[in-house]
C-alpha cells in the first residue's frame, strides 16, 4: 500500500498581493486628501477665513443702551491699506464687467443682423 502524503507549499512571494490594494488605496487617497487641503489652504476662501479670525478675535462688547444690550464690534486698527487695495479691485473689476457687457451687445447685434440675412422672408 502506497501512503501519499500533501504536497509541499511551492515556493513564492512571502506575502500575499492581495493585502497591497487597501494599501495603495489607502497612499492614494492620502495623496488627493493632501493636494485638496493644500488647494483650499492657498485659495482666497481661507485667506478670509483667516481674516475673520484674525480681527474677530480682537472683538470688544460695546454697551449699546439701556437695557444693558451689548454689540459685537469689530476692533478699530483695520488695516487702512488693506480697504484701499480691496476698493481698487473692486473698481477694477466693475470696469471688466462693464467692458463684457459692451462685447455682448456687440456679439448680440452681429448675431441678429446674420440672422436678418440669412431668413429669406427678410
Same mark, same amino acid.
Do not use: C
Given at each position: 500500500?502506497?501512503?501519499?502524503?500533501?504536497?509541499?507549499?511551492?515556493?513564492?512571494?512571502?506575502?500575499?498581493?492581495?493585502?497591497?490594494?487597501?494599501?495603495?488605496?489607502?497612499?492614494? #487617497? *492620502?495623496?488627493?486628501?493632501? +493636494? &485638496?487641503?493644500?488647494?483650499?489652504?492657498?485659495?482666497?476662501?481661507?485667506?478670509? =477665513? @483667516? !481674516?475673520?479670525?484674525?480681527?474677530?478675535?480682537?472683538?470688544?462688547?460695546?454697551?449699546?443702551?439701556?437695557?444693558?444690550?451689548?454689540?459685537?464690534?469689530?476692533?478699530? #486698527? *483695520?488695516?487702512?491699506?488693506? +480697504? &484701499?487695495?480691496?476698493?481698487?479691485?473692486?473698481?477694477?473689476?466693475?470696469?471688466? =464687467? @462693464? !467692458?463684457?457687457?459692451?462685447?455682448?451687445?456687440?456679439?448680440?447685434?452681429?448675431?441678429?443682423?446674420?440672422?436678418?440675412?440669412?431668413?429669406?422672408?427678410?
Amino acid at each position: 500500500m502506497i501512503l501519499q502524503t500533501p504536497l509541499p507549499p511551492p515556493p513564492g512571494i512571502p506575502f500575499d498581493p492581495n493585502q497591497l490594494i487597501p494599501l495603495i488605496g489607502l497612499i492614494g #487617497g *492620502l495623496v488627493v486628501a493632501g +493636494v &485638496v487641503l493644500y488647494a483650499f489652504f492657498k485659495s482666497d476662501l481661507a485667506a478670509a =477665513i @483667516a !481674516e475673520r479670525i484674525r480681527t474677530g478675535i480682537h472683538r470688544r462688547k460695546r454697551w449699546k443702551g439701556f437695557g444693558q444690550e451689548y454689540s459685537d464690534t469689530p476692533a478699530e #486698527g *483695520l488695516e487702512s491699506g488693506h +480697504v &484701499v487695495e480691496l476698493e481698487q479691485r473692486v473698481v477694477e473689476m466693475q470696469g471688466q =464687467i @462693464a !467692458e463684457m457687457a459692451e462685447r455682448l451687445d456687440f456679439a448680440e447685434r452681429l448675431l441678429a443682423q446674420k440672422r436678418e440675412r440669412s431668413l429669406p422672408g427678410a
